[in-house]
């Protein structure tokens, strides 16, 4: 599992610098409720993740996906558009970006697909949907509550997401 996690941010590193510097809202983002929702390609999110120290949200989806279009509603609710902006919030079209599709994929390639992760990179692998066990990265697309939830347990402190030696 650690060897993956390795390969995982080691992978980040390498698709960072292969991004422009420049901020990039990802396409469908409008759909996924931009600019309300602050989203980022992989490259400018981790960069900025990095430089924030926020936690990060990475959706999975495909444009053919029904339940990816069901889910997308959720980010209209008031209350996961003020949560949002304590993360980083990184939309990724499965179909288009196999390498990040593939890279955070802890327990498949599904979609919709949810993946917490700390500003370092590593998948929050405590922070998961309830709704199904063989696919514990779905979240419930129904209903914002579910959502919130994770993203409350997730949300940033100032010890937990600040490096040791910015810590005093």
């Not at 949200?57 to 996906?65: K, Q, S």
């Not at 919709?112 to 419930?140: A, C, M, Q």
Request: aromatic content about 10%.
């Amino acid at each position: 599992m650690r060897r993956v996690l390795s390969f995982a941010v080691s992978l980040i590193g390498l698709v960072a610098v292969a991004y422009s510097a420049a901020a990039r809202s990802p396409e469908y983002a409008s759909d996924w409720n931009a600019p309300a929702i602050n989203w980022r390609d992989i490259g400018s999110g981790i960069r900025e993740a990095t430089k924030s120290h926020k936690p990060v949200i990475m959706v999975f989806h495909a444009p053919w996906c029904t339940s990816c279009a069901r889910y997308r509603k959720v980010f209209r609710d008031p209350a996961i558009i003020e949560a949002s902006k304590s993360f980083v919030m990184i939309l990724i079209d499965a179909d288009k970006d196999k390498v990040a599709n593939g890279a955070f994929a802890p327990d498949g390639t599904y979609v919709p697909r949810t993946i917490f992760l700390d500003w370092e990179g590593n998948i929050r692998s405590e922070i998961r949907g309830s709704s199904d066990p063989k696919y514990p990265h779905t979240i419930d697309i129904e209903s914002p509550g579910e959502l919130l939830s994770l993203m409350k347990r997730a949300a940033p402190s100032a010890s937990k997401y600040k490096p040791k030696h910015a810590q005093q």
